[in-house]
């Protein structure tokens, strides 16, 4: 009997990439392949993983409800990088393989960056003049995939590219041509733009504060394309009462935002959804390496990318 790898996406892969998935699984009868996409309700989605050997999703919640309610599933790739959404401490009781597609969305993601920040530096384009990103600072806060990218891009626009990264040596940085920051507080004070990388985790949720925060350049920006949790949100609008030449621009909608756009409107900007992955090219790229991750767990054993412990 051929196994089923189920896709489950509320905010499903473009259509290109979909194709693509299903290219890869027609070449392999042993494998066959199911779509949930743009459910609304839990319960869709637990009844659709109930028989499914293999799962693919995207942001979408893998609870221990969820990886419970399936019965078969072995492996749950999580097509793109952040891994919060999964529950990996029931999927190692279970034993249950969890993955991530590392890097596979991460140009898409720091080109939204630079979008966001020359909507900001551009006043979002009302018609009064802005100013360049050329000779300005970058800091990256975190050095994986993401931040590499922002990088490469920061120095086409000519920028000066810093980053801070505790868990990444110094000299892959300067290999880059980056220069290695050791503490957040002196990133935050020398660089014109911040861009968040952080993972979504106990460590990272609250920890850009008020007290971090406050340490920025006159007239600096933090752009959030990581994750919303990280941020301190009465921090953040303590920011924008206290620092009247603070600017935010976030992939991630905060609770607090309409308080925020209220009063500091052309000062902030956020995407109607979250978009930072949401090109073609990443669903593509992300959706084709979940979908061959399953393939070769289930026929090599290869566990490359596991992210959770093993029971
Ligand atoms: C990631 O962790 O890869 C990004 O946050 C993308 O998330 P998405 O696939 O839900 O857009």
Redesign the pocket.
Known sequence: MSKVILVATE?PFAKAAVDRMKEVVAKNPDFELKLLENYTDKQEFLDAVKDVDGLII??DKATREVLEAADNLKVVV?????YDNIDCEAATEKGICVMNTPGQ?SNA?SELVFGMMLNLVRHQYVGKPGTELRGKSIGIHAYGNAGKCVARLGKGFGMDVYAHDPYVDRSIMENDGVKPVDSREELYAICDFISLHIPGNDETVNSINFELLSKMKEGAALINTARKEVIDEEGLKKMFSERPDFCYGSDLTPDCKDEICTTCGDRSFFTAK?M???TAEANIN?GVAAVTQIINFFEKGDETFRVNKKA
């Open positions: 905010k995207r942001s999580r097509g793109g990088a952040g969305n993601v979250k930072g992955a949401q992300a």
